[in-house]
């Protein structure tokens, strides 16, 4: 299935932005569904953001205004602008490829390692 690699996460104050990247090292991810998950400590793992292969958006409503999901499918990449960010969106952020049923549900299927995103108030 090859590999998922995210990128760009860190410490960051309340207000502030961050950009994550994550790069695939195979072709499957490229014109595929992608999504950005989150998961914080003591809470499961949720869905911030998904993009189908041409490029429609859906987000999370806790981050609704705030995140924007893009793809560079040339580069094979899927990032995720964070803006405005709040000491709650503290989380370990995966990259993910999946695929989109019918009804638009978005279903992960290969997952990245993670990056850790701290927002300090």
């Known amino acids: 299935q090859g590999q998922l690699a995210e990128s760009g996460g860190g410490l960051v104050q309340a207000g502030g932005s961050a950009r994550l990247s994550c790069v695939a090292s195979?072709?499957?991810?490229?014109?595929?569904?992608k999504a950005w998950y989150r998961q914080a400590p003591g809470n499961q793992r949720e869905l911030v953001a998904h993009?189908?292969?041409?490029?429609?958006?859906n987000y999370a409503d806790s981050v609704k205004g705030r995140f924007t999901i893009s793809r560079d499918n040339a580069k094979n990449t899927v990032d995720l602008q964070m803006n405005s960010l709040k000491p709650e969106d503290t989380a370990v952020y995966y990259c993910?490829?999946?695929?989109?049923?019918?009804?638009?549900?978005?279903?992960?299927?290969?997952w990245g390692r993670g990056t850790q995103v701290t927002v300090s108030s």
């Open positions: 993910n490829r999946g695929s989109i049923s019918s009804d638009g549900t978005y279903h992960p299927i290969a």
């Open positions: 195979s072709n499957i991810f490229r014109l595929a569904a």
């Open positions: 993009i189908t292969p041409d490029g429609g958006t």
